[in-house]
């Protein structure tokens, strides 16, 4: 597999090199009230629920993977990154985890909340503008400046083997998986993915799931070549990133099919993962449970879903839920998402 | 310990039977957020996830445990219950699972949501007026005439038996628990929690959790004799049973200390499981939340919590999130609750 940026070996190391930091398997739980809903006989639903991890997303593996594995000389320049979600969160977690300094680039306008729980885990903020080349610059500066290592979101290989952990574990608590439904951002994660289950679980039919409104990853395949989504917009703000020179590859050669949700989707799957699953389930994790109910599965199919996590504004999300907030849902998107929008 | 309803061996019993039709034990989750902001030294806090079975609640351990303990003949007649709430949702998915009929006695004014899912398990459901005496005579008659093997929901040895499992999983996995908090509505989980815990971790502190609304454990206790809340009022629903004739001794002789949180703290409770676990809590659930975070427990300890359940209606619970709701927390008691506040 050197054709790509890891292999499962990769993927082994960050496994055990990230246990011994601190992260547990993550629980696997049934979707008991689908199977039986979905008129699929013996139909039988996983979902691996990353929500529950120590930062609430699976983004805690491929950042804990990376800061990990520099090498003291690096450790001691610090890492940075930009971010205004998981991301952030999960490299401060990270750099704390190591006992070294982190920086966390982020934009003008991020949540309050989210800021918080960058600044809890000791990193230091830098605003910076709320658009792409703010926040490289900003970014840029750090790594210039003062040194900092930069820890990119996806398209770095330790990122890539620590999302694959995932899997892993999953693949060890149901070893038969007859299909697997994983969200597509940047595809870290599903390129982490695919690099596991083609080594473990072959046969097995991966699902890319994508909002319509940031399908980037289905342009890019249709087209041969990555292709931006011209003005990606979605309640499901962890996948609006363009997808990666690296994880692009992979996703390429190894994933079965990319699908689309709808935004009413996303927000029937946040509804589904609240009142059937009873677990907080962010926009962008909720992409797969919609998938799930429009695609034809057969009879006695094993599904596997990756509920990648947890962390939404609660009163963002109570009006989500509602449909009760016009100011989130009603606004248009140049209101809503200023920056985010900006991001590819 | 012939003295009580049931004895360890009798949860043991209830763990094999339960598992075997179904009942997976339920994951374990660290409350880590809670662990780092609460100042306390060393601190490891254990949530049992019963949000997670698959009717969202504990209940079904002990309904299916009675239902499974039928024999042939009682089993023909069919079983029947009482219930607004939980209870009879795990009636109901009993009684399918060993495929006889059910009947639920569901006083008027029951949340359509929770009927849709006793029907949904296959049960009759027959309306009463929403009074205790109401709901006695329709189960009576129930029984009469249709020969129904009535299930209580706590005061009754299987079911007992049956929630004791939840204490007994939580300790293969944590065996050296130093405290746990577990709420108290009729008795049921905590009387099988401290048959379980005085054998198996003896030393640990066992602690019941009421409303402050619906603190007839704490009075009884007081008394020397069971003694009910003279107006129950509470958002916790699952909490406002008056503590069984069976469950009370239990509780007298084993449970450490009973401490009751009121309504704002437990709003708080459900906003940490929100924001901090990414569980959905149900109020009677959100209590023992509430109720370690003004516990000073010492540097070191761990701590176990029964996170009971996470059924609640989405609209109420959006409401109860964000304090926005009043007509569901700002009404007089009496048009909030008529049907619960009959109860007892």
């Known amino acids: 597999m050197a ?24 629980p696997v739980h049934r ?8 008129g699929i006989r013996d139909l039988q639903v996983y979902v691996k629920c990353e929500n529950l ?4 997303a699976f983004k805690i593996r491929g950042a804990l993977n990376a800061v990990m594995s520099l ?24 750099a704390r985890t190591r006992g070294i300094p982190a920086t966390v680039v982020v934009p003008a306008g991020a949540s309050p909340q989210k800021m918080d729980l960058i600044r809890h885990y000791g990193a230091e903020l830098v605003m910076c503008e709320p658009t792409q080349e703010g926040r490289e610059e900003a970014l840029a500066g750090l790594v210039r400046e003062q040194g900092r290592v930069p820890i990119h979101p996806y398209d770095h290989p330790a990122v ?8 892993d574990e999953f693949l060890d608590c149901v070893p038969d998986l007859d299909w697997l439904f994983v969200p597509i951002g940047g595809g870290g994660l599903i390129s982490g993915t695919a690099v596991t289950v083609r080594t473990r679980r072959p046969q097995m039919r991966l699902v890319g799931v994508e909002p319509e409104g940031a399908n980037d990853t289905q342009r ?10 011209p003005a990606p917009n979605t309640l499901a703000d962890g996948l609006r990133a363009f997808v990666g020179a690296l994880t692009f590859p992979v996703i390429q050669k190894w994933v079965d099919q990319v699908l689309t949700v709808t935004e009413e989707e996303i927000r029937n ?29 057969p009879d006695g199919a094993r599904v596997g879903l990756i509920l990648t996590g947890g ?11 509602k449909g009760a907030n016009p100011g989130f849902l009603g606004a248009p998107p140049s209101a809503r998402w200023p920056v985010q929008r900006a991001e590819r």
């Not at 991890?53 to 609430?56: H, N, S, V």
């Not at 450790?75 to 999960?90: D, E, I, L, Y």
């Open 3 to 26: 054709e790509f940026a890891i292999d499962y070996s990769d993927v082994q190391c960050a496994r055990a090199r990230i246990r011994r930091h601190g992260v547990e398997p993550t």
């Open 71 to 94: 090498t003291e000389s690096e450790a001691r320049c610090g890492v940075a990154t930009h971010s205004s979600g998981n991301h952030g969160t999960a490299v401060a977690y990270a």
């Open 269 to 297: 799957g946040v509804r589904w993962g609240f009142e059937e699953l009873r677990l907080v389930t962010e926009p962008s994790a909720a992409t797969v449970l919609a998938a799930l109910a429009k695609t034809p599965v």
């Open 160 to 167: 890539m083997a620590g999302q694959g952990t995932v899997a």
């Open 220 to 229: 890019s395949l249709e087209a041969g070549v990555r292709t931006k989504h």
């Open 53 to 56: 991890t120590a930062i609430g």
């Open 31 to 38: 979707w008991s009230a689908f199977e039986e809903r979905s």
């Open 311 to 321: 962390n939404v504004d609660p009163d963002l999300w109570a009006g989500l839920r």
